[in-house]
């Protein structure tokens, strides 16, 4: 590779990453612009930052109490889309049964199902046992979408890992519920990570259900954010401070498990 190329592909790469960055840049200085600024034409680079949206948001719009809303039901989601997708998907993987193909490809069909198809008789189910506005709802809701995923991903994990170990945990006496706990778990722990930050990552993005079952106990961050759009009043500043505070958790939860979410998504890439 000559020079000239290499430096083709590090300005490329860098062209790139600057798209990428740009719609957070412009979402964080929104964020700390007052109103007047943030409408001006053209765009205002050079300004004073204020952190008054912020403040609204969180203590006069109740955009804090959403924000735990949100996170009580995407950690509660993922974690109960890891406890009964991983052995689902262990079963799947290692051993043959009849109707395998028919459960395989319900799960897949789950998630084609369109949202707004579903809202209507969600909601009146949920009403009818008298749940609506509650987390356990949107929970169990968004288990129904989550769980196909990492069924899916799990699955392709666990196949990746060699039946030799099985068998000689099998020749040592160990049961296979401890073949899947001490020998499979740990080595797909990177298929676990990237179906953890994926649900993660729809569970607190999710906003038709949020709207549809929810009003003000159990509303999330997406549904209060698009609550700000009234009409002709578009507080920009709020929004974007909203926006930011909703995607922060993402960024922290994608950074802790980066390392697992890197091999995750290599998996099977090198034989």
Not at 209 to 227: E, H
């Amino acid at each position: 590779m000559t020079n000239r190329s290499l430096i083709l592909q590090i300005l490329l790469l860098v062209v790139i990453v600057l798209f990428c960055l740009f719609p957070f840049y412009w979402m964080v200085t929104t964020s700390l612009k007052d109103q007047i600024v943030a409408l001006a034409s053209p765009p205002v680079w050079s300004f004073v930052p204020t952190f008054d949206n912020y403040t609204e948001a969180l203590f006069e719009d109740k955009v804090g109490a959403s924000l735990i809303n949100s996170l009580i039901v995407a950690v509660s989601t993922t974690l109960l889309a890891l406890v009964l997708g991983a052995p689902a998907a262990y079963a799947l993987a290692r051993f043959e049964f009849r109707g395998k193909r028919d459960l395989w490809f319900w799960f897949i069909t789950n998630r084609m199902v369109s949202p707004i198809v579903l809202a209507l008789p969600f909601f009146l189910i949920v009403r009818s046992f008298g749940l609506l506005d509650t987390h356990i709802v949107l929970i169990l809701i968004y288990l129904t979408f989550n769980l196909p995923i990492v069924i899916w991903i799990c699955t392709d994990q666990f196949r990746s890992i060699p039946r030799d170990l099985d068998e000689a945990a099998t020749l040592e006496g160990a049961s296979q519920f401890r073949i899947f706990r001490s020998i499979c778990l740990p080595l797909a722990a990177p298929g676990l990570a990237v179906s953890a930050i994926f649900s993660f990552i729809f569970s607190w993005n999710e906003l038709m259900f949020a709207l549809v079952l929810t009003r003000t106990a159990a509303k999330t961050a997406p549904a209060v954010a698009v609550g700000f759009m009234e009409g002709y009043n578009l507080p920009y500043g709020k929004i974007m401070a909203t926006s930011t505070l909703i995607v922060i958790p993402v960024i922290i939860f994608a950074l802790i498990a980066s390392k697992q979410l890197v091999r995750g998504l290599t998996m099977g890439a090198v034989k």
